[in-house]
Every structure is written in structure tokens, then in C-alpha cells.
């Protein structure tokens, strides 16, 4: 599902946990997933949002609800308003089934329980940095219920076949060389289906790719 990206050896990730203990932990992990990660972290909403001003600040966003000075999924939706491209993935020991929906659906790229093994975390970050998604089962599980009357719209057959390929978490140049066209043209392929389907990013069109069975094979 990844492939080698030589960019990722500089990738910049913000850890924002106000827990030491696990701050050292994910510390760890990072280089495991982006060997010459550099590294930043954030104990508190407020410091959260004084490193991250843009998108162009860091490349990956690992972030525990409850900081402090967060309200609720309060430093999620602040992230998604002033970098709203910047993959965050949530690291939470919280595992009740509507937090997670309300995570997913709120702009995160993906959400990883604080109690699943460190192979789980570390192929998670593999996944995203490369440009793909990663859901694991009891997300999925607790997703499924969401947005059961979405249809898929008026997809068209290449833009189902791109769809497909999107929620077994291929980046757009895996998509691309599978089906042989552009990864210009999986990006528009890519953005009308965001449009078309009413989601604001893959976890959300991969979500909805599963719930239907009218999704093709490529």
C-alpha cells in the first residue's frame, strides 16, 4: 500500500500531548514511520495553534483531545481552519464510538486509540505520510452507522474505479500508475468526488466507498 518517498526523511511532526510519558513514546515512533523526522511538540491548545499558522507549518499533526485549554474536538476544528490540508491524526485514549465519528467527520485524517500496539501507530503514519489513508477496524466499525443515506452520487465509472482504489488507502500516484493515467488527473478525479459525495477528504470518501457495494473493481 506505501511506497518510498524520499521527502518524508525531512518531514516535520508536531506532537501535541501534554502527557510526558507518551510524548517519549510517540518520540520513538515517529522516526520508526520518517526516519529524520523533525520533531515538535505541543502541550496545550494555545501551543498548538502558535506552531501551526498554515498549512506549510509541519507535514503531519499527532494530536490527543484532551489538551490543555481544549474544549470538546475544539483544537481539531481551530487546526482544520488554519491548515486545513495538513494530515491530523488523532492519538487518543478515548474509545467511545461517537467521539470517533464526530473525529473522522470533523477533518481528521485518521483516528488511532492510545491502547493499539506501536506497529499499528507506526504503519498508521507510514500510511498518511505517503499520501494515503489509514482506518483501522473499530473505526470503521463505529463509522459505519454515519451517513447511511449518502448515495455516491453521479460518479462517473473512472471516478468509482479512483474511489475504490482511495479506500484501500493508495496515494494518488499509486492510483495514478494502476490505472494509468495522471496524477493530474486522479487530483481531479479526486476533487469531484469530495464535491459529488458532500465529504472534505479521504477517510470520509473511503467511508463512503466501503457502505456501498455499487463501488466497481478497478
Known sequence: MNEP??????????IADDHP????????VVPQASPGAQIG??????E???????????????????LKGAVGLSCLA????????????????????????????????AYVPKSAPRQVLINALRAILAGGTYMPAEVISALRETRASQPLGELTLRQKKVLALLAKGLSNKLIARTLEISEITV???????????????RVQAGLEARRFVDAPDP
Open 21 to 28: 510519558l507518551y510524548c517519549d513514546a510517540l518520540r520513538a
Open 48 to 66: 498548538v495553534l502558535a506552531a501551526v499558522t498554515d498549512d506549510t507549518s509541519f507535514d503531519l499533526v499527532l494530536l490527543d483531545l484532551n
Open 5 to 14: 518517498d524520499n521527502a518524508a526523511a525531512a518531514c516535520r511532526v508536531l
Open 187 to 201: 487530483k481531479a478525479h479526486v476533487s469531484a468526488i469530495y464535491r459529488k459525495l458532500g465529504v472534505a477528504n
Open 41 to 46: 511538540e505541543a502541550a496545550s491548545q494555545a
Open 78 to 109: 481551530a487546526l482544520r481552519r488554519v491548515a486545513p490540508t495538513t494530515p491530523v491524526v488523532v492519538v487518543s485514549a478515548v474509545d467511545d464510538p461517537k467521539i470517533m465519528r464526530q473525529v473522522i467527520l470533523g477533518g481528521a485524517t
